[in-house]
């Protein structure tokens, strides 16, 4: 069975910083894996998906990489701004499906940028 | 990416009431999900809606507790019945669509947040 992580579960930064956020997974045999964010009380927004065959996505300040081999993939965010404040959360999907159903979920990291 | 309109956003609910939440897509899909978020926990799938027939329940769910309907291709709603304070919860619906990688991308609405006294 599928296990993500993510750690830290909160991390606090003051503004202008880079700064990494970890995704462990246990079953390589991934088909992709995708990041959100989550604001307090809302629902999820997609930030970047990265395909199986992918090394890494970028998305204006945002890259995230991937490691299959090694279950792990980051979300490196640079500049960090107080607007960044909010929960993400890393999901994977298992091979030969693109399937949501099959998705499996990590608990988040709470990032929280100071002013 | 396809648009997702969920409501209610929120609500305050007795015990024992339902409640039925709905979710508007605005082009037509496939797939279409129902996730629950508890306070502090991740998400975990309730169902799978399934145009023209029966949901698909997860382990843990049953379809007396949590009745789904889909009725077209854009259009959902699920019921959280007999309410008690445990199904407080975030609860959110999603489709996939086709990102601008082409490949399947998760859309989540903005969610239901429900809490049940």
């Known amino acids: 069975k599928q296990e993500v992580t993510q750690i830290p579960a909160a991390l606090s930064v003051p503004e202008g910083e880079n700064l990494v956020l970890n995704c462990s997974f246990t079953?390589?045999?991934?088909?992709?894996l995708q990041w959100f964010r989550q604001d307090p009380g809302k629902g999820l927004t997609s930030l970047l998906l990265?395909?199986?065959?992918?090394r890494e996505q970028t998305s204006g300040r945002l890259n995230a990489s991937l490691d299959k081999s090694s279950g792990r993939s980051t979300l490196y965010i640079a500049a960090s701004q107080p607007g960044d404040s909010a929960t993400y959360l890393c999901a994977v999907s298992p091979i030969s499906s693109g399937s949501a159903r099959q998705l499996t979920f990590g608990s988040g990291t709470q990032l929280t940028v100071l002013p | 990416s396809a648009v997702i309109s969920q409501k209610p956003s929120r609500d305050i609910c007795q015990r024992g009431t339902s409640l039925t939440i709905q979710c508007q897509v605005d082009?037509?899909?496939?797939?279409m999900f129902w996730y629950r978020q508890q306070p502090g926990q991740s998400l975990t799938l309730i169902a799978t809606?399934?145009?023209?027939?029966?949901?698909?329940?997860e382990s843990g769910f049953v379809i007396d507790k949590f009745p789904i309907s889909r009725p077209n291709l854009t259009f959902s709603t699920l019921t959280v019945s007999n309410m008690s304070p445990e199904d407080s919860s975030i609860y959110l619906c999603?489709?996939?669509?086709?990102?601008?990688?082409?490949?399947?991308?998760?859309?989540f609405g903005a969610g239901s947040r429900l809490t049940v006294l």
């Open positions: 999603s489709v996939v669509g086709a990102g601008s990688s082409g490949a399947n991308v998760l859309t």
């Open positions: 990265i395909q199986s065959s992918q």
């Open positions: 079953d390589s045999a991934i088909y992709n």
């Open positions: 809606a399934n145009q023209g027939s029966e949901a698909t329940y």
């Open positions: 082009s037509q899909v496939t797939m």
